[in-house]
């Protein structure tokens, strides 16, 4: 029952000189609201006409508009004369909707102070730790909007633009303005709300429509993608019931769906509470975390939903006479998902259109060679209905294809999957004897055959080799010295010595040379952080660092027993890596590994190696990707049919 005002309002105090006046203002507002709530129209151009002229009527320059929503709570829908600076912190002020709650409950028009002084309204504002400057309403004056006894909206009004308090006749006025607007909001109410039903019952129709196939796959994938269109969620799941157990067969916007998906979604728990309960459910993590809140089997969804992003599932059964078919899951972010009332006949409607697919298709899927009779009576329908003179040129253009496909001989090909090799592997040794002085090339990086990697220093043999310099000048100096004195002995004898230090520095030189390490082959450095061996001493012979030959490389590709005898060193080969999909590297089978790899549950696997050119080193050590190999040639009818035959002639040896 509705309360009434504490408070009573003053009475009005009027001049015969303002009555008339007075009555003058509200009748024209009266017959101006009247307009404007009969118009119709949506709720938003109901407001702009109405919310004004009810406040410049009870000379109120500000005035706010609360929607009911159900349940006693509300929704600021329109402010009029707010200031910009304060529109923001109204529109999302939780003490202005408190305070629409608490003028719902009276009879009449309350003010702010009643507010204030409410019981219901001063525990809120505690349980929420709203400090009591931040408690007071924005508004002077809450009027209920109510019509046949229920509360459809609460009009907020400012302070009188003349300082002066709401009387009585403003009260009034306002009880009869409110009972109209009522009538028009229940009546605005009820056209969204037919408007929103027939949106729905089409979204219906058309889901309904999509799903009518006979292909158990395409319904379960286009349930789960196209229930969005009539309830809004996040994520759908179907799952059937299989061997007493709910599997999920179809996930919203994935394709193909794995066989640990249940788990992979973390849903396992939810699904066996699901199939031990048989019935619809709703968790959300608003009332799990509720401790007040009676929810069954509330332990299995607090997991699941502190587990991931979902806070809120509906899970409604796929039934019918014969039984439990499964479940239709739709999950949603939102931690009081799925709470929407008006939504329930739908959602039965929902699940019984999904059910009657799901069971036709089933009932379809298991009569006996239906995907292989079905298609070939209707060909032979439309065959028959055709044009003569169009079939026999169909049915001559079908025979040439057959023939074409039984004799003529076409590639075959031997496909597994590839491994990148270096072909070898190859070291960068010292020629003589010093220190690592440079390193040109980094580990793992890429070098041409000829480049240099590194350089060495030996002062020992600086230091030698500029003595030996020295003794040259000197021995050649003392030869002419000899020559000009005519003394052949002399002469021929330092001549000798200048000859012996210009080989030795010759030699001297050329072993400078080989302190140059230069890469073999063109390839990858292999050795990591051989930028750390500067300044380490190398004797002759010693390594220091490999590199893997890549130019060309070699392919290691997995074939299968079965086609390993069809295969010749030579053969013309073909290699797609993981890094490239869409090119081809040529190659040749260079060799057949002798001895095969037992695979358990399959044909044993032989190693065949392919040589393929790598001249901008794109192909890499470790790279996979897949490769075909030329096992001769065949008819196309033959190679579709050699697994067959073979699987046969094994079989029964024949």
Known sequence: ??????????????????????????????????????????????????VPVAARAVKSGEALLFIARGEGSFELAFLHGVPDDLREGLEGSAVELAAASVAAEFEEPI??????????????????????????????????????????????????????????????????????????????????????????????????????????????????????????????????????????????????????????????DVLATLRRRGTRVRATAEEVGDESAAVPDREVFARYFESGDMQSILALPLQDEEGLLGYLILESRNPAGFGDPNAEEFLGILSGSVTVAIRNADLYRRLPMVGFLAPLASQRRRLASMDPKRRTVLLAGIGAATLFLVAFPLPRYARGPATIRPSEILPVTAYAPGMVERVWVGGGKNVVAGAPVASLRNRESDARLAAAQADLSIAERRAAEAAERRDPVEEQRWSLQARNLAGWMSYARSEDQDQRLLAPVTGSILTPRIEERVGEHLDRGDVLCEIARLDPVHVEVQISEEDIGELRP?????????????????????????????????????????????????????????????????????????????????????
């Not at 009475?11 to 609201?33: C, D, G, K, M, Y």
């Open 111 to 268: 003010t702010r102070d009643v507010i204030l002084e409410d019981e219901s309204f001063q525990e809120w504002c505690r349980e929420q730790e709203i400090e009591e400057s931040a408690r007071r309403p924005f508004a002077e004056l809450y009027a209920p909007l109510r019509a046949d006894g229920a509360v459809l909206g609460v009009l907020g009004l400012g302070r009188r633009m003349d300082g002066l308090d709401f009387d009585r006749g403003d009260v009034a006025f306002l009880e009869h303005v409110g009972s109209s607007a009522a009538v028009a909001l229940s009546r605005a109410h009820l056209q969204r709300e037919n408007e929103t039903k027939i949106e729905l019952l089409r979204a219906l129709a058309r889901f309904t429509g999509e799903i009518s196939t006979l292909d158990l796959s395409r319904v379960l994938q286009t349930v789960a993608n196209t229930t969005e269109a009539v309830v809004e969620r996040d994520r759908a799941l179907v799952a059937l019931l299989e061997g007493g157990a709910l599997k999920v067969r179809a996930v919203s916007d994935k394709v193909t769906v794995e066989a640990n998906e249940a788990e992979v979604l973390g849903i396992i």
């Open 1 to 50: 029952m509705a309360r009434r005002s504490p408070r009573p309002f003053p009475t009005e105090h009027r001049t015969s000189t303002n009555v008339f006046a007075a009555v003058a203002t509200r009748a024209l507002a009266l017959q101006e609201i009247a307009l404007a709530l009969a118009s119709g129209g949506d709720l938003a151009a109901m407001a702009s006409a109405f």
């Open 570 to 654: 030579g053969a013309p080969a073909r290699v797609k890596a993981v890094s490239y999909p869409d090119r081809q590297f040529r190659g040749k089978i260079l060799s057949i590994a002798p001895e095969g790899t037992p695979v358990p549950g399959k044909p044993t696997a032989f190693v065949v190696t392919v040589e393929c050119a790598n001249p901008n080193l794109e192909l890499l050590a470790g790279m996979t990707g897949r490769a075909k190999l030329e096992a001769g040639t065949a008819p196309w009818i033959w190679s579709a049919l050699r697994p067959l035959v073979h699987a046969m002639r094994m079989k029964f040896w024949i």
